[in-house]
């Protein structure tokens, strides 16, 4: 799986277009709503259990500037408990000096894996822990982009993120 990810993330690297530098994430005015909504319908397990139940997230980030961001989500953990994560984080755009592939680094708490599955993430006190999640991107044009984001040891999460 992952062999067929970096394969496809290096096709898209590759890919070239006329208008590149148009379709690279636009920069962002100081008077422009910086906002951009995300939605995952699937994150890939690296150890598939009979317990894991399929993980859905929507949320929203605000750009502060072209690369600082704060953003929340809301997620069906991978038990099927309702979840939440609250972040602040950075991203490079122009990676490998393709202007559509970014790369994104967020850092925040999540509040979810209660009950029998405390266990399942690091630090957990009272269903609260620390998360830091690393992803990588790519612009399809100015408002819409693929992203994946990887999930600790635990797996990779798929999302499509929107800007207004």
């Given amino acids: 799986m992952l062999a067929v990810l970096a394969a ?3 096709w898209l690297a590759g890919a070239s277009t ?3 530098q148009d379709i690279a994430a636009r920069p962002l ?9 995300m939605f995952s319908p699937y994150a890939h397990h690296f150890r598939r259990s009979s317990e894991h139940r399929n993980v ?8 502060q500037t072209e690369n600082w961001l704060v953003g929340a989500g809301v997620f069906s953990n991978s038990f099927g408990q ?15 000096g393709q202007p559509r592939l970014y790369l994104k680094l967020t850092a925040g708490v999540m509040y979810g894996y209660v009950g029998e599955h405390k266990d399942k993430v690091p630090f957990n006190r009272n269903g609260w822990s620390p998360l830091v999640v690393p992803a990588i991107g790519y612009r399809l044009d100015s408002r ?3 992203q994946v984001s990887a ?5 990779l999460l798929f999302s499509y993120h929107y800007r207004p």
């Fill in 56 to 63: 859905y997230l929507i949320g929203v980030e605000r750009y």
């Fill in 144 to 146: 819409n982009s693929l």
């Fill in 29 to 37: 005015d100081s008077n422009e709503m910086k906002w951009e909504w």
């Fill in 18 to 20: 006329v208008a590149a």
């Fill in 8 to 10: 496809a993330c290096c």
């Fill in 151 to 155: 999930l600790g040891t635990a797996g």
């Fill in 82 to 96: 309702p979840s939440a994560y609250a972040y602040g984080g950075y991203q490079w755009t122009g990676l490998f």
